[in-house]
């Protein structure tokens, strides 16, 4: 295959994976929460020099991750202006090279090409990879799994290396992906850190690591960037240590409050939720684990697998239990069970379709075909308020109206200074519980608000969509 060929078949390929996640941050507003705080956050940022603010007054300093995702965030914001694309072009490129970087990894490291095809792309149509706080929302959580990638895939190619400089090559690339991943959202890198270990006195390489001067130099530089973080935001705003403890390792040993604290939370949302049906290729995984001893990669699968059910054990423990914490286990997911269907489809092209590869190919290309086309058509629940975006970009714009909320809401700041950046000026915005004037115009778009107006007001609604109203006020009752 010429070089030409297969920079237009990569390019393709690229435009593939990244069409249905673009298309899903097209057609969807920002969601009300993380997403509008790292906007508020850049935005402040970027405009207005503000490096360090509390999101919520009434809890201060509650977003504790470092600022290397949101510095590109700022970046896109100052370029490109600040929309929601703004926002989402750093997750959804890390979700497209993480895409990238699994075809790229296995392909290389084993020559194996269809395995390389399958786990690459089953990733893609995992029911939880384009989704809310993942593939195409403007989000920590892609962008961390990338670099938890990075760091493990690093990990292994230097416990395999017999070459010095590979070795210290390897070494260098893993300490910046594990002080990417740590600056990008916190220290989850360390759940996996443990079962590396492991691995690394299995292959013997304990002596070779541990005596190695680029190891040092590098966890050295890696300590000094992550000191420069967390101490220096300490220095500027002190008790910021003190709120990382509560609000990251509290979340782990219920320092704050409990959400799904059962140990059984994530290996039911692998299930239910995350990975759904695709676990099924997990028997075949199995059967390649225990008995067939011809496959060259055994090992590499073992020490996926390994890290996998280790950082599921660990993290299960956890008090606090959000779908989206154990993101960093989708791409060993895919991996493992991309082996599986690509072990599969040799078998079926061997001994069923007698070495036919190109038409056991063909049917595995219509059946991916349908998930792949199914991403186009996912819709996901919203939080009532959250159609604020809706109603202010799209409706009586210019008008003068009052918006009035229940409590501090990212989405809602967000798409009123979107608004005005795009000459819609002419809002107000309160909270509840302040006196209204007769023909005051308001928005309302959360129940609460509408069952406290209709208890002191009386009304006529000059337009609605399927959660808003806008009203304007005839009397007091």
């Given at each position: 295959m010429s070089k030409s060929t297969k920079v237009v078949l990569s390019?393709?390929?690229?435009?593939?994976?990244?069409?249905?996640?673009?298309?899903?941050?097209?057609?969807?507003?920002?969601?009300?929460?993380?997403?509008?705080?790292?906007f508020i956050q850049a935005y402040e940022l970027g405009e207005h020099g503000n490096f360090f603010i509390d999101f919520d007054p009434s809890v201060k300093l509650r977003n504790t991750?470092?600022?290397?995702?949101?510095?590109?965030?700022?970046?896109?914001?100052?370029?490109i202006g600040w929309n929601e694309w703004a926002l989402r072009l750093p997750t959804?490129?890390?979700?497209?090279?993480?895409?990238?970087m699994i075809f790229l990894f296995i392909q290389k490291t084993f020559k194996d090409t269809l395995w390389a095809l399958c786990a690459s792309t089953l990733l893609l149509v995992f029911p939880y990879y384009v989704y809310p706080h993942m593939a195409f929302t403007g989000d920590h959580d892609v962008p961390l799994i990338f670099f938890t990638t990075a760091f493990i895939f690093s990990f292994y190619l230097f416990?395999?290396?017999t070459d010095s400089k590979e070795k210290n090559k390897y070494i260098r690339y893993a300490c910046v992906a594990a002080t990417a991943s740590i600056l990008t959202k916190g220290w989850m890198i360390l759940f996996f850190l443990p079962f590396c270990l492991v691995f690394l006195f299995l292959y013997k390489k304990q002596k070779a690591l541990f005596t190695n001067r680029t190891l040092w130099v590098?966890?050295?530089?890696?300590?000094?960037?992550?000191?420069?973080?967390?101490?220096g935001r300490e220095y500027v705003n002190p008790g910021y240590l003190d709120t990382v403890w509560k609000y990251e390792i509290g979340r782990y040993n219920d320092g704050v409050h409990k959400i799904h604290p059962e140990w059984k939370y994530y290996w039911l949302m692998l299930y239910f939720k995350q990975v759904q049906y695709w676990l099924l290729a997990f028997f075949v995984v199995l059967y390649m684990l225990l008995f067939d001893t011809r496959i060259i990669y055994r090992s590499f699968l073992y020490y996926i697998f390994t890290l996998?059910?280790?950082?599921l054990v660990l993290?299960?423990?956890?008090?606090?239990?959000?779908?989206?914490?154990d993101a960093p286990v989708l791409p060993l997911l895919a991996i493992m069970l991309g082996a599986g269907i690509a072990y599969g489809i040799k078998y079926l092209s061997a001994y069923v379709f007698k070495k036919n590869a190109w038409g056991v190919f063909i049917l595995y290309t219509l059946v991916y075909s349908f998930f792949y086309i199914q991403i186009f058509?996912?819709?996901?629940?919203?939080?009532?308020?959250?159609?604020y975006g809706e109603f202010i970009m799209n409706k009586h714009i210019g008008e003068e109206y009052t918006i009035v909320h229940t409590k501090y809401n990212p989405h809602l700041l967000f798409y009123d200074q979107l608004a005005d950046e795009s000459g819609n000026g002419g809002r107000v915005i309160q909270t509840m519980y302040s006196i209204y004037q007769p023909q005051q115009k308001i928005l309302i778009c959360e129940p609460l608000v509408l069952l406290d107006i209709n208890r002191k007001y009386t009304y006529v609604v000059l337009d609605s969509t399927q959660f808003c109203k806008l009203i304007q006020i005839k009397n007091q009752r």
């Open positions: 390019i393709a390929a690229t435009i593939l994976i990244a069409l249905p996640i673009c298309y899903q941050a097209y057609i969807n507003k920002l969601f009300i929460y993380d997403e509008g705080y790292y991750k470092p600022y290397l995702f949101s510095a590109l965030q700022t970046v896109l914001g100052k370029t959804i490129a890390s979700a497209v090279a993480l895409i990238w416990l395999i290396a590098s966890v050295l530089l890696s300590v000094a960037a992550l000191a420069l973080w967390y101490l996998l059910i280790g950082f993290l299960s423990f956890s008090k606090v239990k959000l779908m989206w914490y058509n996912r819709n996901f629940p919203r939080v009532l308020s959250e159609e």
